[in-house]
């Protein structure tokens, strides 16, 4: 079953303004993926955190593995219309080899 | 290259039906997954490929078939569909063992 509680659920913010969005469990994991998904579209990696407390950027976004390993944010700065979309963390727990668990995913919209 | 393609883009098929959904990708990696999504949802693992074999099956009805003839190829193939069944299929590759999977555009089939 699902083990991710990604929050919030939807967001909706005007443009030039900036994006927080997290994911929590009760279990441990040993990496944390956050991908973005257009309508239509596959999951697009966004940022991959392998260790604990590890900080991340990519351009405007920033990701970090929390250091209880049991929890992930990403934050996005100065969002701009094309951030819409939705948003999921994904993560690997020590027990589940090749699987991800995903988060239920964060909708963005902007107003320009 | 962090691509991975997949065909069709759309497909239309009845229930008696028998197609094939087809995945490529040439980053060298040697896992390869199959994800069924619904709308607004996070991807649900189907089938998972090491090393062209078959590792994880997620007790997915047999109307739904997995193939890989290489390395770099991973086929679906699709008999006596439910309409239940319509859904994005994505296709995903990465390292075996690694967690950062990467995805393709997906296939959007329609069971009627």
């Known amino acids: 079953g699902q083990q991710l509680n990604q929050s919030p659920q939807s967001m909706f913010i005007q443009e030039g303004e900036d994006v927080s969005m997290n994911c929590t469990s009760s279990?441990?994991?040993?990496?944390w993926l956050w991908y973005k998904q257009d309508p239509g579209e596959g999951p697009v990696l966004l940022i991959a955190?392998?260790?604990?407390?590890e900080l991340t950027s990519n351009g405007r976004l920033t990701a970090q593995f929390g250091i209880t390993r049991k929890d992930s944010f990403l934050n996005i700065s100065a969002s701009i219309p094309s951030d819409v979309g939705i948003y999921f963390c994904a993560g690997q727990r020590e027990t589940s080899g090749s699987r991800l668990t995903f988060g239920e995913g964060t909708q963005l919209t902007v107003n320009p | 290259d962090t691509e991975v393609t997949q065909t069709p883009k759309h497909l239309v098929m009845g229930m008696t039906n028998k197609k094939s959904l087809k995945c490529e990708q040439h980053m060298g990696h040697r896992a390869m997954y199959w994800y069924k999504q619904k709308a607004k949802k996070p991807p649900e693992l189907m089938f998972v490929y090491s090393y062209e074999k078959l590792s994880i099956n997620e007790s997915v009805p047999s109307r739904f078939s997995p193939e890989c003839p290489n390395s770099s190829l991973l086929n679906l193939h699709l008999h006596a569909l439910q309409p239940e069944d319509s859904a994005l299929y994505l296709c995903?590759?990465?390292?075996?063992?690694?967690?950062?999977?990467?995805f393709g555009p997906g296939t959007r089939l329609l069971v009627l």
């Open positions: 955190l392998y260790k604990a407390g």
């Open positions: 279990s441990i994991f040993n990496t």
């Open positions: 995903a590759s990465s390292q075996p063992y690694q967690e950062t999977q990467y």
